[in-house]
């Protein structure tokens, strides 16, 4: 056993140093958030002077345009310029082949042109997959119980030009069908919309965590789960099979989707693209912070603090969060 005089001789390395004052803390901070790192992901009703909490996700609303609008413009006052728009659907709307997605006449087309043409330097992404508007609630065409590739694109592809048309900056396909990100990439090229960019849902996995998304959209499948497209939880090396045909099918992010439960593979695909990597802090991460919060079972602030942290220092350079306005209302940056 060392004497406590000869340990501190032996000790030229004393880590705490760094850790000393406030001050120093910030100097080898490794990791800092900021609000340009956001999009922030908001829904949408059909309707005027709507604004409805979303049961599951407390401070999370669906709102119609007009109210939207103010939102918008409540965020990017304080300096968010990046936003996800979702709509909500009533059953009376939805079909079999997702018509509603690419009827010009849409309240959904009609408010993204709107929020684009309001705030022409915002960043505008919208949602591709048919299940906000599919009767039976997939993300692709079912037919007898099963859920058909092929032609699901043909689909994918007129909502990506309807929502490319209305001035989407960047469209996110979140339906996990093969091949769309190539698919959609020459649909918009053919069509003049090589600006268009496509943030592809890389590696969504088939995630418990979605369960309050669903309820905000009333969009959860009518029958069977989405395991025949979204990747299985236990898998990691699958999530670069996705990475490289994005990658060779045009994706311009690569996004893996829950975050909090699959901070390795943001890791993974950070160090094995040069593509920006996109991570979605989904629905159900929100609600579990919020839910214990509530219940003063864990401050909320520094829980979404760490939880954002933590997506980042993993590897994401963009977080799409229910949490951005939050944060944005406390960061200092
Ligand atoms: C559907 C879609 C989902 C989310 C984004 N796009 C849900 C699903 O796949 O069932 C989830 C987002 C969240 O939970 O916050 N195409």
Not at 130 to 150: A, C, W
């Amino acid at each position: 056993m060392l004497t406590l005089q000869e340990t501190s001789s032996v000790m030229q390395r004393r880590p705490r140093r760094n850790r000393k004052s406030q001050a120093i803390r910030n100097m080898v901070e490794e990791t800092r958030l900021s609000v340009k790192d956001f999009i922030f992901p908001m829904f949408l009703i059909d309707g005027v002077n709507q604004k409805v909490e979303v049961a599951s996700m407390p401070g999370i609303y669906r709102y119609s345009l007009d109210l939207m609008l103010k939102e918008i413009e409540d965020c990017v006052n304080l300096g968010i310029m990046a936003f996800d728009i979702f709509p909500a659907y009533p059953e009376s709307k939805k079909d079999k082949y997702a018509t509603e997605s690419h009827n010009p006449e849409t309240f959904y087309l009609k408010a993204i042109h709107k929020i684009k043409t309001t705030f022409p330097e915002i960043v505008v992404m919208t949602d591709v997959a048919m299940d906000p508007y599919s009767s039976d609630g997939h993300d692709g065409l079912v037919e007898n119980g099963k859920i058909l590739n092929d032609e699901t694109l043909e689909i994918l592809g007129k909502m990506s030009l309807a929502q490319a048309h209305a001035g989407a900056d960047i469209l996110g396909p979140s339906d996990m069908m093969d091949g769309r990100v190539g698919f959609i990439r020459n649909v918009l090229d053919e069509n003049g919309y090589t600006d268009v960019s496509i943030m592809s849902y890389t590696a969504k996995y088939a995630s418990a965590f979605y369960g309050p998304f669903r309820d905000a959209l009333d969009s959860a499948p009518k029958s069977g789960d989405k395991k025949t497209y979204q990747m299985d939880s236990a898998n990691y090396y699958e999530a670069m099979i996705e990475a490289d045909l994005d990658t060779e099918e045009g994706a311009d992010f690569l996004m893996v989707k829950p975050a909090l439960a699959y901070l390795d593979v943001i890791r993974l695909l950070k160090d094995n693209s040069n593509l920006p990597i996109a991570a979605y802090n989904v629905s159900g991460e929100y609600a579990m912070i919020k839910a214990s919060a509530e219940r003063g079972w864990l401050d909320g602030e520094r829980a979404m603090l760490e939880s954002l942290l933590s997506i980042k220092r993993a590897g994401a350079n963009v977080i799409l969060s229910y949490f951005a306005k939050e944060y944005a209302l406390i960061a200092r940056d």
